[in-house]
């Protein structure tokens, strides 16, 4: 519980912080979607930096990324717990989500 407070504390500032920045200062990355195309995912934070990388650069640096792990927290803690955590984060969760569009989050 202590983490998924801190967590949410984080989050919830951050999305704070960036709802008053130029959305050109910042971009938002989310795990799933990092994990399972981190090649596509990876290319597209270089663009954002003004980055230019050899996609056969880009596909070693990120040969190692699966999303193997996907949900694995949430499977350790079994449903119960994973459903406090979840409650706990929920406004965090929706900040997110309204912040970046992600719905998934």
Known sequence: NVCAMQWRACVERSAEAFAGMAADKWVAVNYEQ??????????????????????????SV?????????????????????????????TAKSALVSLTGCQKV
């Open 34 to 59: 990092f994990v399972r195309d981190p090649s596509g995912q990876l290319a597209a934070l270089c663009r954002f930096l003004g980055l230019s990388l050899d996609q056969a650069v880009i596909e």
């Open 62 to 90: 990120v040969s190692n990324v699966t999303a193997r792990s996907i949900g694995k927290g949430r499977h350790e803690l079994g449903v119960d717990d994973a459903n406090r955590v979840e409650a706990l984060v929920a």
